[in-house]
């Protein structure tokens, strides 16, 4: 059994995490927490939020799963969140093709298309693996969950959301408004999203619904900086940059996040700011900065709206190097093309101290090339929603790639013969932009999991659990030393009483001690409680701690208030009382 | 403008919120939640979970919100969980039929089938209200969105869950085992839900989307009994029963928890105690008693598991009594289906303190009637169903109803004829059994747009927005009265040391002491702290009190540790300083 094995055994046996739906056989991809997972789960959520939201000033948004398909034209997810499949003529059973290629050992680099693939499948000689059948095309399949949204008479269709940052970029303009218009704005989501994976392996690594934070950063793409990056950095990070793993040097550089600026590996200071509090954010959940990295995306396996992305890494027992988040710089992208396709205008204002002179970029649609190139229809289509991009972006595209690409059903690119660009000095009290993104997103089953590899111990034939006790799921478990003389009623009565205080408390009084504080130990409880004989006399209690089996004696009164001080990591537990001398 | 529009208003403008997708012109049914309201929601659950779950000793689950068919074959929602629709024949418009004989002035009685809906619908004379074209059939319309998992080669169908509660169902065994095998043990889901409804108006009320408490309440049904019920069995409880309402008695009765379980209004002391701990709840995130009742759902209203189900409801304004949880008793329903469809064994074993002689009862399937009624094929499937239920369930059904309903794509209703029940004397060490469940169900949307109602008020122009300290968004803002002389620095130091204890608070230095008042009013911030130039020499600050406007003098030391009780709800303004005459 490796380290993974032995977690699914416990999570099963205690509560943490299981497939879903064992009793109809289970369905890969699909995971549920229980009673002591979907805790954990919320405690690591809430740490985030206190760190990332709280901490820094900024918001949260809460959107729904399903979105209708005009979003997802908008945001390219319709023409590019797709895989190649094949499918085999004789039993019809489809494969992603990248999967096939690797499993005969050819090299299959990421971002090929269908053409591609297909060619190199053909090569290959590929043959069903279930029925060796012949497989001959390749075709992109969407892999968000379709629904039709409303009856039969008038269905619109929708998706499943398979990230959550559109609802935030959707909603900008609410949220900057309720927010008196400030930037940097951190817009935060917390919650599920849906990806049709075709076979997803690797248990809840790989899921089809899973919960995400997606933190969409909006700021001024003339002012990325962050003042309060000052207090990060000399927080060393470790990078593995794209240009030493396109040399082939797989070594992670180790800089701090000044250098990693000054330095031009990392783009600017928000990007980086929130990539340093993402190592400290794991740190705090159990998991050692050396064992993270960050490891920057190629060209080729970037998402199609990223300028720079860096995967922060962890390395796994059966898997390796992990992602756990990733960190893109997604400029105005995602704006700029909701603004294109509902037609609002999504820029913001921001008033000069005095009048300046700007160069004003006006576009005018070529009809005459446009219609010769995507026919009468589509070319007016096209002018359309060419006139409600902003034109500064539509230029400074043409200029810098050649081209300016329309999202929708499928990606459409404009060329410099089909846009007349003008430009004209004009002075202005003020200027119209698109607030650029920089986007930190964080995968919490896997993490979760993380958490739950770091912290898993055995102590002999014992499993500890060392949860750090700010996300503890359970915090203390009360227990009587015997079932009589009153000792069961006096520690229902401390059990009760930390309820009250909103502890989360278990009580357990069946089996020997040491059966109970194996209970405990094996779901991370960070103190266990004992009453006993003396208890009734002196009201002082025994305290044992989870991750050195450590006791001290302490009196009932003012526990409440210092338990909360130790929970929250400020005080330790060597204070919460005098020393006992273990009896084992 | 109502209450309603002045809330949504206020929704929109200070991030509570607003409509999806609004700049794609919205969708009826979807709503989302901005800084505000999460955060209100959140907290909302919080104090549910810190109610019903952590202090009750029980437990959460969390669930995927995708369930393959076999799921809700077995639940019946497949087969129950239905509108009857009619279709324009010109137009192809669909329609829910109960509403258009409604509109017409037609009564229409829940439950009715689509053939008695279409009778009526014609003697009405009712057609199309967009194009005046013919409406001529009715017809079930199943309200679950649907989706493909997995590729197109092999796709399983599966459902976006419309209520939470399957995965309790399904999940059991894992629970009721990490759980070590107690009953009744309650475990909670708080999660997204999703129904397809034809035509939803009511704004936040009527979501295609939203987020329900579902809490299943696993019981043996041989003992109904909670003893906690102790502590709440003076509480008072305001019933309409279903007698009363079938007399066209539309009058509430109150009486206490004892008094309802007495005299049988409420069938058992767990549904009867989270009813009462529910108007404990309510009254807890500011709606008063008096204006919540518990409506008993008519036969023919409830749900196709429930044997009694309230309503709890509470005046709203703009529509009146409204339902924002339902108390439903689900018997065994659920459970016996899913062992049922899924053939595992989901009974649970009591052992008794000694041998006891019981009636075993053994039913078996008659081949012969069961083909002479559905066929060959389908006669032996549902055999194979009846010999994977619990036999002293179908024995009991078949004697109580005449019937024995097997879910399915469509109900099945099994005779006595198709079985025959065999029963013997045995002595028995313990029982086998099915466990009951009693299911409190929470609208949390609904709930917090009662509880925004409750809370919403307006003195002269100003709205305050009074929501109970307890769950308020923000806890706190604080001021430095101007922006020089070092009062911002020391403001800012305030704000830094309270977001560092884990509170929510914002600082605000922009406009006038009164406009910043008046800011924070309106998303009911509960208390704002003022820095002034006297808190430069003695670090003494001003607390404003939202509800009332009164002033206190705090010093800065321990402030901390006093605002979590006073947040908390454990002490109260007055005594967080010194009184100060307010100046306006």
């Known amino acids: 059994m490796d380290l993974y094995d032995k977690i699914s055994d416990l999570g099963k046996r205690r509560g943490l995490f299981f497939p879903?739906?064992?009793?109809?056989?289970?369905?890969?991809?699909?995971?549920?927490?229980?009673?002591?997972?979907?805790?954990?789960?919320?405690?690591i959520e809430d740490a985030w939020r206190q760190l990332f939201v709280h901490g820094e000033g900024m918001v949260e948004l809460e959107s729904t799963l399903i979105m209708p398909e005009q979003v997802f034209q908008a945001s390219g997810h319709l023409s590019h969140f797709t895989d190649i499949l094949t499918k085999c003529a004789d039993c019809g059973r489809a494969y992603r093709v990248d999967h096939l290629l690797v499993e005969r050992g050819v090299p299959c680099p990421e971002g090929l298309t269908a053409k591609a693939l297909e060619n190199l499948l053909r090569e290959s000689g590929s043959r069903c693996p279930e029925c060796d059948g012949s497989l001959s095309t390749a075709e992109p399949f969407n892999l968000m969950f379709q629904v039709d949204i409303g009856s039969y008479g008038g269905a619109l269709r929708g998706y499943g959301r398979p990230e959550a940052g559109q609802g935030q970029f959707v909603d900008f303009k609410r949220i900057y408004a309720s927010e008196r218009e400030r930037l940097p704005l951190g817009v935060a989501q917390v919650g599920r999203c849906m990806r049709n994976e075709i076979a997803p392996r690797k248990g809840p690594l790989r899921l089809r619904e899973f919960t995400?934070?997606?933190?969409?950063?909006?700021?001024?793409?003339?002012?990325?900086?962050?003042p309060r990056i000052r207090l990060l950095k000399d927080r060393p990070i470790r990078l593995l940059t794209a240009k030493d793993q396109l040399a082939k040097r797989d070594e992670v550089m180790e800089v701090t996040v000044e250098e990693a600026l000054a330095e031009g590996l990392v783009k600017n200071e928000v990007l980086c700011y929130f990539m340093a509090l993402a190592v400290r954010f794991l740190k705090g959940l159990g998991v050692p900065p050396e064992k993270q990295r960050f490891r920057e995306q190629l060209l080729e396996e970037r998402a199609?709206?990223?300028?720079?992305?860096?995967?922060?890494?962890?390395?796994?027992?059966?898997?390796?190097?992990?992602?756990?988040?990733?960190?893109?710089?997604?400029?105005?992208?995602?704006?700029?093309?909701?603004?294109?396709?509902?037609?609002?205008?999504?820029?913001?204002?921001?008033?000069?101290?005095?009048?300046?002179?700007?160069?004003?970029?006006?576009?005018?649609?070529?009809?005459?090339?446009?219609?010769?190139?995507?026919?009468?229809?589509?070319?007016?289509?096209?002018?359309?929603?060419?006139?409600?991009?902003?034109?500064?972006?539509?230029?400074?595209?043409?200029?810098?790639?050649?081209?300016?690409?329309?999202?929708?059903?499928?990606?459409?690119?404009?060329?410099?013969?089909?846009?007349?660009?003008?430009r004209e000095e004009t002075e202005a009290a003020g200027r119209y932009f698109v607030p650029h993104v920089v986007e930190p997103s964080f995968g919490i089953d896997r993490i979760l999991y993380t958490v739950l590899e770091y912290a898993y111990t055995e102590r002999g034939r014992r499993i500890v659990l060392s949860l750090p006790r700010t996300i503890a799921a359970v915090k203390a478990a009360v227990f009587p030393l015997v079932r009589?003389?009153?000792?069961?009623?006096?520690?229902?009565?401390?059990?009760?009483?930390?309820v009250e205080e909103d502890f989360i408390v278990k009580?357990?009084?069946?089996?020997s001690i040491g059966r109970r504080y194996a209970r405990a130990d094996e779901i991370g409880v960070p103190l266990c409680i004992t009453v006993d004989y003396q208890s009734l006399e002196d009201e002082t209690m025994t305290l044992r701690d989870l991750y050195t089996w450590k006791q001290v004696r302490a009196e009932a009164s003012d526990l409440p208030n210092r338990l909360r001080e130790y929970f929250r990591g400020k005080i330790e537990f060597d204070v919460l009382g005098t020393a006992v001398t273990s009896r084992k």
Do not use: C
Not at 212 to 226: C, G, K
Not at 376 to 394: F, N, Q, Y
Not at 484 to 498: I, K
């Open 212 to 226: 995400i934070i997606d933190y969409e950063v909006f700021i001024d793409p003339d002012d990325l900086s962050y």
């Open 20 to 43: 879903a739906f064992e009793i109809y056989g289970g369905m890969s991809g699909f995971f549920n927490y229980g009673p002591i997972g979907s805790h954990l789960k919320r405690n």
């Open 304 to 422: 199609h709206y990223s300028e720079q992305t860096f995967d922060q890494e962890v390395w796994l027992d059966r898997w390796g190097w992990t992602e756990v988040s990733g960190h893109a710089y997604r400029t105005d992208y995602d704006l700029r093309n909701h603004m294109t396709h509902s037609g609002v205008d999504l820029r913001v204002y921001k008033a000069f101290d005095k009048p300046r002179t700007l160069v004003k970029v006006q576009t005018k649609p070529l009809m005459e090339s446009l219609v010769e190139d995507f026919g009468s229809a589509e070319g007016e289509r096209i002018a359309r929603l060419l006139t409600k991009t902003d034109p500064s972006i539509v230029a400074r595209e043409l200029r810098e790639k050649g081209f300016y690409e329309v999202t929708g059903q499928y990606p459409i690119r404009v060329q410099p013969r089909h846009v007349e660009v003008t």
């Open 507 to 511: 009580y357990d009084e069946s089996g």
């Open 484 to 498: 009589r003389d009153g000792l069961p009623e006096f520690a229902t009565h401390v059990y009760r009483r930390l």
